[in-house]
Structures are given as C-alpha cells and as structure tokens.
C-alpha cells in the first residue's frame, strides 16, 4: 500500500518485557514521528527522525524507550521493562521533507496492552 | 499544561445540519494550526489547515476559522453528514519540529 504501515497492530506484554513496534513510513518520506496516544486523549509528541538522523527525542517519557531508523526508512520504538503506564496506542507519522508547515500522513498505531 | 484545548469531549448535531467544533491554544507562536479526524482502529487522517496569516480557509463542506488574538479556532462541517462522526482532533504545528494536538471531540452525526 501506499500508506504508513504499523506492525503489530495489537500486542499484549507482561510487565517487565520488552517490545519493539515497527514503523514502514511512506516511500520518500524524509521525515518521521512517534506519538504516543492515552486513552481519551490526543497524540503527544515522542520523537523524530529526519532520515536517519534522530533530531529530537525530547517527548520520550524515560530512558525505557529508545527509537532508531537505522537506514533512513524503517523505524523501530523499543520499550524495555514494560510498565502498566505504558499502556497506550503507539502512532507513527511520516511526512515529505522537515519543513513548517507539514503535513504528516499517520499510520493506523499499535496498540499496546500492559499486564 | 495543555498547550491545545478541546473543551468539548463529544457533540452530536443532526444530519444536513451545521457542526461547529471548536479549540483554543495557549502559544501565542504557533502560526500554523490543523485539524485530523480518526475513525476508530485507524490512525489520524489530515482534514484541513489554516496558517496564521489567514482568518478562513475553506475546501468543501468544511470550513476553519482562526481568531489570533483570541487565540481560538474553529472547524465548521455543512451540511454534517452521517459519514463525518468520528473523533476530530485540533493540533498546532510547533516551529515545525512536531505538533501538538488537543485532547479531541467526538463527533456524532445524527440521520
């Protein structure tokens, strides 16, 4: 498809294990995000990449989450040591070029589900 | 401290009639302000922007007024169509790093 992908869609983790949740951008997109989404609330900014560049991860909640998109498309947003706070839907976004304004295209997230 | 506000959890207005939801920012610099609607198990797709040099931006049924000095801004729906209930997030671009998005409203079109 021509959209951003998000795998899995759903996942379920005990506490204290680790997750990784992938992010297939549009092709061409330069610019990539990662939102974190509580229930009843809107997106809130976790980090972002400019190809392969991690430019700003002011938004990571703790030194648990790491992200990393090695080869300028794919990301990856690892949780280490899962806690039930965690719990929340994990949105990806990408856009064209870094540039205000933009529009980011947002893949469907991944739901994650802590125990 | 929620820099987007979205007062209203939910609305629901009847179908061919108007829907008007509504945001308020607290940062006088953000300059450029969007609204996303979500359909449930889906992400987040653009609707409509406005930049700050503007009051109106139209396409189509949909509408967004900004009022700067009020720091307020509007997305007007007309006619409302059964197919627009979702949830419809307001979010401010924030010096083009990332954005910042309001708590959003649910939005119920009633036939």
């Known amino acids: 498809g021509a959209g951003v992908s998000q795998s899995p869609r759903y996942k379920v983790a005990k506490r204290g294990q680790d997750v990784a949740l992938r992010c297939d951008p549009i092709s061409g997109h330069v610019s990539l995000f990662w939102y974190q989404q509580a229930l009843g609330q809107g997106p809130e900014f976790l980090t972002y990449?400019?190809?392969?560049?991690?430019?700003?991860k002011s938004g990571l909640p703790s030194d648990r989450f790491f992200a990393e998109r090695p080869e300028g498309s794919v990301s990856t947003l690892k949780i280490q040591r899962t806690q039930q706070e965690d719990s929340a839907v994990y949105l990806c976004?990408?856009?064209?070029?870094?540039?205000?304004?933009?529009?980011?295209?947002f893949g469907p997230g991944t739901r994650l589900t802590v125990l | 401290d929620q820099q987007v506000k979205q007062n209203s959890p939910s609305l629901s207005v009847q179908e061919g009639r108007i829907s008007i939801l509504n945001c308020d920012y607290t940062?006088?610099?953000?300059?450029?302000f969007l609204w996303y609607k979500k359909y449930p198990a889906e992400g987040p797709t653009f609707l409509i922007s406005i930049s700050s040099i503007k009051d109106k931006n139209e396409d189509g049924r949909f509408t967004v007024f900004l009022n700067k000095s009020a720091k307020h801004l509007s997305l007007h729906i007309v006619p409302s169509q059964p197919g627009d209930s979702a949830v419809y997030f307001c979010a401010a671009d924030n010096y083009g790093q990332n954005f910042v998005f309001g708590p959003g409203t649910r939005l119920s079109v009633l036939p």
């Open positions: 940062n006088s610099m953000f300059d450029y």
């Open positions: 990449f400019q190809n392969e560049a991690q430019l700003d």
């Open positions: 976004a990408s856009s064209l070029a870094r540039q205000s304004p933009n529009e980011q295209f």
